[in-house]
């Protein structure tokens, strides 16, 4: 990102030193100017970067998840069946009957 400096700091400059002493100058600062200004926005960008990986879920942190709502969902899934099974006769009467223990 080029930066230019407006014709009136050169024109300052150039009354109390030489024409291409001024031009030297002018030429350092706009150089170091870009180089500050490049460094800033790649630092402003890292920070921005990883301050976004600290605040969003990864797919790593995601996939975990889903696995603890997955076996969640499972032991609900069983506890609900055996409540059900347990709570009514006749799908107590017809586990007995699949185990072989009632005819």
């Keep these: 990102m080029a930066v230019t400096l407006p014709i009136e700091v050169y024109e300052a400059l150039e009354k109390t ?3 291409d002493d001024a031009k030297r100058v002018i ?8 180089d500050l200004t490049e460094y800033k926005w790649k630092t402003s960008k890292d920070e921005l970067l990883t301050e976004m990986e600290k605040r969003f879920a990864t797919k790593a942190d995601l996939a975990l998840l889903e696995l603890k709502l997955e076996s969640k969902m499972r ?10 099974i347990l709570t009514n006769s006749k799908a107590l009467d017809l586990l007995y009957k699949f185990l072989g223990f009632m005819k």
Excluded: D, R
């Design 27 to 34: 030429k350092a600062f706009e150089t170091t100017i870009s």
């Design 17 to 19: 030193m030489e024409h």
């Design 75 to 84: 032991l609900y899934f069983l506890i609900l069946v055996f409540v059900i």
